[in-house]
T-cell receptor, first 114, second 111 residues
C-alpha cells in the first residue's frame, strides 16, 4: 500500500522550541517537497530535494531546516528562528522533474505554537 | 507578486450543474498545469493536469482547458456532485519541478 505518511497529525509546541516534522514515502520517488499552508493562501514551498543528500531552499526557507539522508525520508525542522510557525505543513513527493511529473501529497501536520 | 491567481475565493453550484473554476497565470515559462482538490485538514489530492502544448484534457467528469494566449486555464466539473465540495487549487510548474499554487477556490455543491 504505497503512499506518503506524515506524523503526527497534530503537534503542539511552546514558543522557542525546535520541532521536527516527519515525512516518509514508499513510492520510490526521487523528489520530495515541504509546503506550508496558511488560511486563505495557497501552498508555499519551504524546501525541496531532487535526490538523496541534496536539497534546495524554496520561497520561504527562513527559520526551517531539512535533511535527506535516505530516499524515503525528508524530515523538516521548524526552528525557533521561524517568526510565525503555526500553520498546516504538507509534504509531497514525485518522480522528479520529468515531463508530466505529478506531486503527490501526504495528509499534513497541523503545528500550533503556544 | 502572485504568479498564479484564482480570483474567485468561492463558488456555489447546484447538484447536477456544471462547476467552472478559473485560474490565471503570469509566467509564460510555466510548462505544466495541475488541479488539486483538498478537504479540510487533509493533504491535496491530484485531480487532473495539462501540458502547455495542449489546450484540453479530459478525465471522466473533469475537463481542464488551457488558453495560452490569455494565460488562463479552467476546470470544468460536469455534473457536479455534493462530494465535489472542497477547496480546489490550481498549480503551475516551473523549472526544477517546483509548483506555484494559487490561493484556492472553495466549491460548494448544493443538493
Amino acid at each position: 500500500d504505497g503512499g506518503i505518511t506524515q506524523s503526527p497529525k497534530y503537534l503542539f509546541r511552546k514558543e522557542g522550541q525546535n520541532v521536527t516534522l516527519s515525512c516518509e514515502q514508499n513510492l520510490n520517488h526521487d523528489a520530495m517537497y515541504w509546503y506550508r499552508q496558511d488560511p486563505g493562501q495557497g501552498l508555499r514551498l519551504i524546501y525541496y530535494s531532487q535526490i538523496v543528500n541534496d536539497f534546495q531552499k524554496g520561497d520561504i526557507a527562513e527559520g526551517y531546516s531539512v535533511s535527506r539522508e535516505k530516499k524515503e525520508s525528508f524530515p523538516l525542522t521548524v526552528t525557533s528562528a521561524q517568526k510565525n510557525p503555526t500553520a498546516f505543513y504538507l509534504c509531497a513527493s514525485s518522480n522528479g522533474g520529468r515531463a508530466g511529473d505529478t506531486q503527490y501529497f501526504g495528509p499534513g501536520t497541523r503545528l500550533t505554537v503556544l | 507578486d502572485q504568479q498564479v491567481k484564482q480570483n474567485s475565493p468561492s463558488l456555489s453550484v447546484q447538484e447536477g450543474r456544471i462547476s467552472i473554476l478559473n485560474c490565471d497565470y503570469t509566467n509564460s515559462m510555466f510548462d505544466y498545469f495541475l488541479w488539486y482538490k483538498k478537504y479540510p485538514a487533509e493533504g491535496p489530492t491530484f485531480l487532473i493536469s495539462i501540458s502547455s502544448i495542449k489546450d484540453k484534457n479530459e478525465d471522466g467528469r473533469f475537463t481542464v482547458f488551457l488558453n495560452k494566449s490569455a494565460k488562463h486555464l479552467s476546470l470544468h466539473i460536469v455534473p457536479s456532485q455534493p462530494g465535489d465540495s472542497a477547496v480546489y487549487f490550481c498549480a503551475a510548474r516551473e523549472y526544477g519541478n517546483k509548483l506555484v499554487f494559487g490561493a484556492g477556490t472553495i466549491l460548494r455543491v448544493k443538493s
